[in-house]
């Protein structure tokens, strides 16, 4: 089968692997039909593969069930399905508390697309056939009739920015939310969109890309053009995004006493990032950090979008066919999607 596969740093092709197979009662074989670009991806293949080979690319999708185990009991074939992009099964003590992006059963960072940073290869989901271990922890059914690219990115960067917000409105209802942006645009502006959806009394988009503040405004955030020097208030509820360590700073200085601050940021490196920890301390700030548990989301996700109220297709700036994926897959855009019929 045809699997996009990244074989060199920046180099994107398709590669004739072996399709999957089942393997186990409680796995299904699922084709994608449209897979988004992660924020990570382009990263992932800057840095080019860790091992002969290369390795499978892509890991938001949605898709359709060719076939299921006996004991799957979830979905069936012929349903079109989203996929979460982590690997969990559903029944160890992690995955049985939400807490599924750390399952017990695999390897730390056990993700689809994601092969160089957890060393086994799951599968990428730009490819005809991937495997799903454990189909009805993994899966959850598309609402029908839905257009499978309105919703491509809900497995992965859709659910990471409903969490960033999500749980800490739960708990103050009504409460004022800034999204700070300074990289991984999508996830910010799902985001500040999941905000908007769950009653936030406003929510306040600071970035310093004009291109991102357009897509904010048109969500209806209140969009404020930002180099992050100086603050613009303080928040009870904050959103840190992106790999500015300076910029963490100023989402510190931005979050009220008592406020949280809920950062989806993967800071690589420097251990001399100046995190303000007496500022955090003495403030009594809630600092969140930490991947999201995207099986577990899936289906509060998946009610807020069928209730209309959260537009994730918004966001998409740019739609290729499948079979350009290796020389379009990195094109510039906020969220680029790949789509066969
Ligand atoms: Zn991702
Ligand atoms: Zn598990």
Partial sequence: MRQLTCTAPGLLEWCDVASPELGDGA??????????????????????????GGFAVGHEAVAEV??????????????????????SCGRCQPCRGGRTA????????????MQPLSGVE?????????RVPHADAMLAPVPAGTDPVRLASVGDNVSDGYRAVAPHLAERPGADVLVICHGSPSIALYAAQAAVALGAG?????????EVLAVAESIGAAAVASTFERRLGRWPIVVDCGQRPAVLRHAIASTE???VLQSVSYYAAPPEIPLALGKLYTWGIKFHIGRANAAALLPDVVALIGSGRFRPDLVTSAVIDWDDAPKRFLDPAIKLVVARD
């Fill in 27 to 52: 796995a299904a074989l699922i084709r994608p039909l449209a897979v988004a670009r992660c924020e990570i991806d382009p990263l992932l293949v800057g840095a080019g593969p860790t091992s002969p």
């Fill in 257 to 259: 006493p008592d406020g």
């Fill in 122 to 130: 799951y599968g990428g989901m730009v490819s005809d056939l991937v």
């Fill in 66 to 87: 060719v076939q299921t185990g006996p004991d799957v009991s979830a979905v069936t074939a012929g349903q079109r399905v989203f996929c979460s992009f982590q690997v």
């Fill in 102 to 113: 750390n399952c017990a059963q695999y390897p730390v960072l056990s993700d689809y697309g």
């Fill in 202 to 210: 406003t929510v306040t988009f600071e970035s310093d890309s004009a």
